[in-house]
């Protein structure tokens, strides 16, 4: 089945929340969304049920957990959002207004509170699973967004909303209500990626920027120090975060690390991976036993750390 | 009954003794008007109005109040009156509240003051260490206040200064959402009630020039989409000049266009809203803000960087020949109704957007007060984007003015609380200073210097003594409660007991309670180094009596 995959443009991947008992995946491109019920194996259109007359791009894709219910999946595109609340059977499409947003990155807080960062008109924020979407850019000085992350809350206090945008990062500690600018070095370009992993009690941040800088944040974003420097020439373009690991995505290069940045290794030198990678998913992990899915602007892999 | 006397102003001079006593009668009129507002269980002051059969004005707020109060009959008294009145009233612009507490602290360094001179100590020696110790108080403020985190947080504070848990809550609920700087507006309701609303980007005061131009007539706005925004402070009664514009934006690839100038000619918007006009290129035009031109060549300025365009400005010699692509920016949405118009989702360089940002807030933080300082805030909050209008009703229109005006001091004093931290209310904060001055004085070698911390230690207890009289309880008992309970303590005004300062409900912003101590300290040290009234000769008037 892979060679039916070539020439896509692989820009987000998501897979089900249950993904050991239903491995099911998601993959979101140029021309339409791709569901795989195998783990990534075998790939097919998710969004038959819709009889498109045209191709829709789809840039980012969320998974969620419902109680008692099938996974909530929403998927960003232009000019607005497809949502399914079966698991992927059906879709309906979800318009939010003009003028049209390039949705290019998803975030949840449960269910219910979704996220969504564009590329020209900044936050939009739902608050009933996104059915319905608001803009919400109060202190947002920059609407060019390109990633958006939360960090669980901790101690009894706030989630807080990470969003990077093209001139630095800003913070939320109020679903999105209110965003304020973050201390940020200023000559590292655009944060292209944002990926969130919680080891013990600490929630880690790590951001990926256009000059292939890393930062990780370890007090809910306050402040970012830089990690892996040199490591990367060309813009972290995405990266994936999971317990103590973060595997990161520069151009061709796959590299990852185990101890929260401090020492890095090539993930899988054997693995011949072609075109710029794109999205990365670990459903199970960032253990060496489990699979990666890794989407490049040409094809989708399955891979093992070696 | 009336009688009419007529009364001559004649020039004249005051001596002392005469001067101080004339000052500090005058001073403490002002102050005793006052001092019954302060605290978090005041009493209201009435003021008569003009003409006389209306109902007078209620009041709770120490710097309208003083506002009210035009002039005293005898011009010695005057002289200290209007000398308070105006201090009282640059803190009330500047900071919102803290009016009363200035007061009653100006009176009793005043009134110590001049018990030290008359006894033989030196005025100008004694300013200076007063001014010293108005800077230690003001430091030893700064070291106990803490950040304001979180909605409650805000909720609560605007409690301390309005009274009004409803508007209070909603205060909260704004501040946290527009921050610090964000822009704030108060307009009167319809309903009896308070409302508020969000508006999406930035909007300034400038009218659509023609009603021709709305092209959505259910909403009764001019609104264009992903349009060009080209702003300039020259007048464009030349068609010549139009056409060149609507063709520089064609070739710039633009499909829409908003026009922001200074006025446009009637031909021109007879031009515009043609409909092959129309066809070509949709454009509304709209005023630009602010008739004071330095305020408009900055607003100017801001709609420049946000939508990415170079601003067509006599300043900058500019023509409107001129005109090319790089004088366009560019807006995901453009508004205009009534008399604003709005940009949505600015497409300047975001770098250059915080640049800007950044260059504003500095501006900000080095002006100390005024109209300037409050221009530039708003410029900030324009830039940050996003508005927020609390729409204020009441039963009759001085209950709603009454209402805006205790909002916008709330307002005021709450992003001072941002700006500057939080500190413990009713009073405790300037008794927590009272060890720093202790330990100053203990160190004074000049009786002066000795005189002006000892006046300092006394103050710091002058707040919560008002505030406790206030409340109907004896400043004395209070004293004695506190001292009783012992270090750390403080008084919980609602509870009528002394308790751990942790529990004390009542907060102030620090901006506020720092601006009221350091000016009232350093204008009555200031006024101890009068010696001589000059009172110029005036007219004959006529004052009833």
Same mark, same amino acid.
């Given at each position: ?30 021309? +339409? ?70 949705? +290019? ?87 292209? +990626? ?113 | ?47 008569? /109005? ?98 304001? @985190? ?26 946290? $959402?527009?921050? @610090? ?73 633009? $499909? ?50 946000? $939508?990415?365009?170079?601003?067509? $400005? ?82 009759? @229109? ?130 101890? /180094? ?13 004052? @009833?009596?």
């Amino acid at each position: 089945m892979e060679n039916d995959l070539r020439n896509n443009m692989y820009s987000c991947l998501a897979f089900s929340p249950d993904f050991k008992r239903q491995p099911v995946c998601f993959a979101g491109t140029q021309h +339409t969304l791709l569901v795989s019920k195998d783990g990534g194996s075998n790939w097919q259109d998710a969004l038959t049920s819709l009889g498109l007359a045209e191709p829709v791009a789809i840039t980012a894709l969320l998974s969620l957990t419902q109680p008692t219910k099938p996974p909530l999946l929403v998927a960003g595109m232009v000019g607005g959002f497809l949502r399914s609340e079966d698991g992927g059977q059906t879709w309906q499409a979800v318009p939010c207004g003009s003028p049209l947003p390039v949705i +290019t990155a998803l975030a949840a807080s449960g269910s219910v509170n979704l996220y969504a960062g564009t590329a020209e008109d900044g936050i939009l924020v739902s608050q009933d699973g996104g059915n319905k979407w608001v803009r919400w850019n109060f202190g947002l000085v920059d609407w060019h967004i390109f990633s958006i992350a939360l960090l669980p809350a901790t101690g009894g206090g706030q989630a807080t909303l990470v969003a990077g945008a093209e001139s630095g990062l800003f913070r939320s500690t109020n679903n999105g209500h209110a965003w304020r600018e973050v201390d940020f070095p200023e000559d590292v370009g655009a944060v292209l +990626t944002l990926g969130v992993s919680s080891a013990g009690d600490q929630a880690v941040i790590y951001a990926g920027a256009e000059s292939g800088a890393l930062f990780c944040s370890q007090n809910d974003g306050h402040t970012w120090a830089p990690v892996a420097e040199g490591i990367f020439e060309a813009e972290v373009s995405v990266l994936v975060a999971s317990g103590n690991s973060v595997l990161v995505a520069s151009h061709e290069q796959l590299m990852v690390s185990h101890d929260r940045g401090r020492s890095w290794k090539a993930w899988n030198t054997e693995a011949q991976i072609a075109g710029s990678i794109l999205s990365l998913a670990a459903p199970q992990g960032l253990d060496s036993s489990q699979p990666v899915l890794v989407g490049t602007n040409g094809n989708i892999y399955r891979i093992y750390e070696k | 009954m009336k009688s009419k006397v007529p009364k001559t102003a004649s020039f004249g001079v005051t001596g002392q003794p005469k001067t101080y006593r004339g000052l500090l009668r005058g001073v403490d009129k002002l102050v005793k008007t006052i001092q019954p507002t302060l605290g978090p269980l005041p009493r209201l002051v009435a003021v008569s /109005t003009t003409p006389p059969d209306r109902s007078p004005e209620l009041m709770d707020d120490g710097g309208l109040i003083a506002r009210r109060i035009i002039q005293l009959p005898d011009r010695d008294e005057d002289i200290g009156a209007m000398y308070l009145r105006h201090l009282l009233w640059r803190i009330r612009e500047d900071c919102g509240d803290g009016t009363s507490t200035a007061a009653v602290l100006f009176n009793e360094v005043l009134q110590q003051g001049v018990r030290h001179i008359v006894n033989g100590g030196q005025a100008m020696p004694l300013r200076a260490y007063l001014e010293k110790g108005a800077r230690l108080v003001y430091d030893e403020l700064a070291k106990m206040s803490r950040p304001v @985190e979180g909605k409650d947080m805000l909720v609560h504070i605007a409690e301390s200064i309005c009274y009004d848990p409803a508007m209070a809550k909603m205060l909260g609920e704004i501040f946290e $959402t527009i921050g @610090e700087y964000g822009h704030f507006e108060l307009r009167s309701g319809q309903s009896r009630g308070l409302d508020y609303e969000y508006t999406e980007g930035a909007f300034w005061e400038g009218m659509l020039h023609s009603k021709a131009m709305i092209n959505q007539l259910a909403e009764n706005r001019a609104y264009l989409e992903n349009a060009a925004v080209l702003a300039t402070d020259f007048v464009i009664d030349d068609l010549h000049h139009l056409v060149r514009m609507i063709t520089e934006a064609k070739k710039a690839g633009k $499909t829409a266009l908003m026009l922001i100038c200074s006025t446009i000619s009637d031909t021109c918007i007879g031009f515009l809203t043609m409909e092959s006009t129309c066809a070509i290129l949709p454009v509304f035009t709209v005023n630009a803000p602010y008739s004071r031109q330095d305020y408009q060549m900055a607003a100017i300025e801001d709609i420049g960087v946000l $939508t990415g365009g170079a601003p067509m $400005t006599r300043q900058a010699g500019e023509t409107l020949e001129s005109v090319s692509a790089r004088n366009f920016g560019q807006a995901r949405s453009v508004w205009a109704k009534d008399q604003y118009f709005g940009i949505i989702g600015g497409q300047g360089d975001p770098r250059k957007i915080r640049q800007h940002f950044h260059k504003l807030k500095n501006l900000h933080a080095s002006l100390d007060s005024g109209e300037t300082r409050n221009i530039v805030r708003q410029r900030i909050g324009k830039v940050m984007g996003g508005s927020a209008i609390l729409w204020v009703g009441g039963a009759t @229109e001085s209950e709603i003015k009454v209402r805006k005006d205790l909002a916008e001091r709330t307002a005021e004093a709450m992003r001072g609380a941002m700006l500057k931290g939080i500190l413990p209310g009713a009073g405790l904060s300037f008794l927590a200073c009272k060890p720093a001055l202790q330990a100053a004085l203990q160190q004074a070698v000049d009786p002066d210097e000795a005189a002006a911390y000892r006046i300092l230690v006394g103050a710091m207890d002058v707040p919560l003594r008002a505030i406790a009289a206030n409340a109907g309880l004896k400043p004395d008992e209070v004293m004695a409660d506190l001292k009783h309970a012992g270090p750390g303590s403080g008084f919980d005004i609602f509870r009528k007991q002394a308790v751990p300062a942790s529990q004390i409900s009542v907060l102030d912003s620090a901006s506020v309670v720092q601006a009221a101590a350091y000016r009232s300290i350093t204008a009555a040290a200031l006024l101890l /180094t009068v010696d001589v009234l000059i009172h110029h000769k005036k007219p004959e008037t006529v004052l @009833e009596t």
